[in-house]
């Protein structure tokens, strides 16, 4: 016969050893989550909401601002003879898509006759001429260029993306290739390649974002048309690095531009503008910041571009461009010349929006500031 102190005395170890055992479980679980907290992939996202109103207008003013005659002549900028037909502008190649300024205040213009990348002072003085000979047309050799891109590296070279060929040139300040970096194209799980997309970016000079441009079948001609159309186009992003690692595809509709020695993704919805940080692109899945705009006035141009450290610009409407002031947290607007049809649009490391007008006869290239 068993005891009723024996009992009672059972009863009383089993709870001890209940409560024991969840004191242990609690004192584990919670370290456990102080060491999840303190990991890269818990990083608290930091969250700021801006106006993006029209509250807050500002003047622009010219800073710059000089003419380049057009012409096959060395100091100027060149027109395509078959396109001379065609208003400038309208057809593509026939006058420039490529304006930069460095800080050192050379603006280079990408040529479309040589093809070139010219730089020129504030006077409108040619200073610098580099040949761009692998972005002549393959297949028409001496009559045209392929689409193209630019975009300048951090030790005053520069990235061209020649869009025929699928290859990213990569140049030395003297125009020099000094690496060649193929887009893959098995990135597009065997479908048919049609293109890459103009608009690619560099982060930190290692990688590259590139858009490719794809279809599951070939170009067919549509009854009554004298055309044709690609069927199921797709579009599909990816990191690529210069070592030749790759992330992606990316989510749908993912646009970068490099910010603050990382990246800023982008996305637009009816009212309301949001932009995510990140260090680098192995971290898009934990942005370390994001900033929201409410009810910006927006344009379908979307993003014109960033000076990298303080500020991002895009479209308001087609002679007003909103400037996002990640600093002082606030979002401002400022009122192009109207009545101009202004292209390319640039930004400068300075902050200063470059632009250029042109007729037949000349390139008139402006730089202009925001008047606080």
């Known amino acids: 016969m068993v005891s009723h102190e024996n009992t009672i005395s059972t009863i009383l170890k089993g709870v001890l050893l209940g409560v024991l055992l969840m004191l242990v479980w609690f004192l584990g679980a919670r370290k456990v989550t ?5 990991s890269p992939e818990n990083v608290t996202e930091e969250t700021i909401f801006l106006d993006g109103t029209l509250k807050n207008r500002q003047k622009m003013t010219v800073s710059t601002t ?32 490529e304006l930069y300024r460095s800080p050192s205040q050379i603006t280079w213009i990408g040529d479309p006759y040589g093809p070139r990348l010219t730089g020129w002072n504030s006077n409108g003085k040619l200073e610098a001429s580099l040949a761009l000979p692998f972005l002549r047309n393959e297949a028409a050799s001496g009559k045209e260029i392929v689409g193209y891109t630019l975009t300048p590296s951090a030790d005053n070279g520069w990235f061209v993306l020649n869009n025929q ?24 799980d065997h479908r048919i390649v049609l293109t890459i997309s103009p608009f690619f970016e560099v982060i930190n000079d290692r990688w590259i974002f590139v858009t490719v441009e794809s279809a599951r079948q070939p170009f067919s001609t549509l009854k009554g048309f004298a055309g044709g159309s690609y069927l199921d186009t797709n579009w599909e992003s990816f990191f690529l690095s210069l070592t030749g690692e790759v992330i992606g595809p990316l989510p749908e509709q993912t646009a970068i531009l490099p910010f603050q020695e990382g990246l800023i993704s982008w996305t637009y919805e009816p009212g309301e ?10 971290s898009l899945s934990h942005p370390q910041k994001t900033w929201i705009i409410r ?3 927006w344009h379908y141009g979307g993003m014109i571009g960033t000076d990298v450290e303080n ?11 909103g400037q996002i002031q990640t600093r002082l947290s606030e979002v401002r607007y400022m009122e192009l010349p109207a009545g101009e049809k202004k292209f390319p649009v640039s930004i400068s490391s300075d902050g200063e929006i470059g632009y250029i007008l042109s007729n037949k006869q000349v390139l008139q290239v402006c730089f202009v500031k925001m008047t606080d």
């Open 66 to 97: 000089f003419s380049i005659p057009l012409g096959n002549l060395d100091h100027q900028i060149g027109f395509m003879p078959y396109q001379e037909k065609v208003p400038p502008g309208w057809a593509q190649g026939a006058l420039p898509t």
């Open 34 to 38: 102080d060491t999840l907290s303190s």
């Open 295 to 297: 009810n910006p006035v």
């Open 311 to 321: 500020n991002i610009y895009f479209w308001a409407d087609q002679s007003t461009i």
């Open 165 to 188: 060929n699928k290859k990213i040139y990569r140049l030395d300040s003297n125009g020099d290739v000094i690496q060649i970096l193929s887009v893959p194209l098995m990135l597009s």
């Open 273 to 282: 503008l949001s932009l995510q940080w990140f260090p680098d692109p192995l």
